[in-house]
């Protein structure tokens, strides 16, 4: 079983982002095989849409360090953890300055990029960087379109979309990974469960320790990720070239044992080998305690 977590980018070790290097290298010294990034650009104090089915945003959200200078970080200090956005808000950039943030991540690292994109769940976010709500889930697939021909057309590429575009041009440098870095999207929907079916390499399901409720390993990864290699295999792609990467968002509650049950259980009970922990909501003192708390979960899960 592969292992990671989120790197200190926003909660309560947002006020500490001087030691964010310092976390990403004691984390693959304690042996992480993943360091993790998130995307907020704001947290609105009366949102339309709250988190997770809350009427409100929590506060650990209303800082968050950009992702791409987070990984920047963590690939200059890293040489082995792999490199993952669960999720890139992947409408609100430009596809093509995406695809350079991206690809630039993946070639200082030596490889090691995984990005997940997805749609978000903010409207206010949206408001704020000047794009369309309702047109979230076409700007994905054409961002996903642009991407494409960014990484894996040569010598020149060219797009011409409905809401982008660029003539025929030289663009460079390409990603390490080729044909490309391989893309992760939600899984859960079923508008999602389509577009990940045609077009990812991965889904990223998420689990979420409650206390006094069990974690279903069968509803939260295996039943999603048959649906999602049905529909590739009527699309006539390779169903087995489809994996996922388990998220665990623990909450305020969550104790490690929790965590390292899910981890365990995840690998007796699905096929999935790749999970990532998220203390932005445990780590309530700050990086130090991330650190104590990822050292616990390795050496109760492994």
Partial sequence: MHIGFSLPQYGAMSDQLDKLAGFARQAEELGADSL???DRV??????????MGTDTIPWQLRTMLDP???????????????????????????PLLLARSLTGVDVVSGGRLLPGLGTGWSPEE????????????????????????????????????????????????KPLQRPR?????????????????????????????????????????NQPLRAVRRIAEAEGRDPAGIDAILR???????????????????????????????FVHLAGQGVDQALELLRQTMERSR
């Fill in 126 to 173: 949206y408001q704020g960087v000047g794009v369309p709500w309702q047109e979230r889930g076409a700007r994905l697939d054409e961002c996903l379109d642009v991407l494409e021909a960014v990484w894996t057309t040569e010598p020149v590429a060219r797009h011409e979309g409905r809401h982008y575009a660029f003539p025929t041009a030289h663009i460079g440098p």
């Fill in 68 to 94: 791409f200078v987070a990984l920047s970080v963590a690939a200059s200090v890293t040489e082995r953890v792999l490199l993952g956005t669960s999720t890139l808000v992947a409408p609100w950039y430009s």
């Fill in 248 to 278: 665990i968002n623990p909450t305020t509650e969550s104790t490690v044992p929790e965590i390292a049950d899910i981890i365990l259980r995840t690998g007796d009970e699905t096929d999935v080998d790749h999970v990532f922990v998220d």
């Fill in 36 to 38: 993790w990034v998130g």
């Fill in 181 to 221: 870095p391989p893309i992760y999207l939600s899984g859960f929907a079923p508008a999602s469960q389509r577009r990940a079916a045609r077009r990812a390499d991965g889904i990223l399901p998420v689990a979420v320790p409650v206390r006094g409720s069990a974690f279903d390993p069968d509803t939260v990864i």
């Fill in 42 to 51: 704001l947290a609105a104090v009366n949102p339309s849409v709250g988190y």
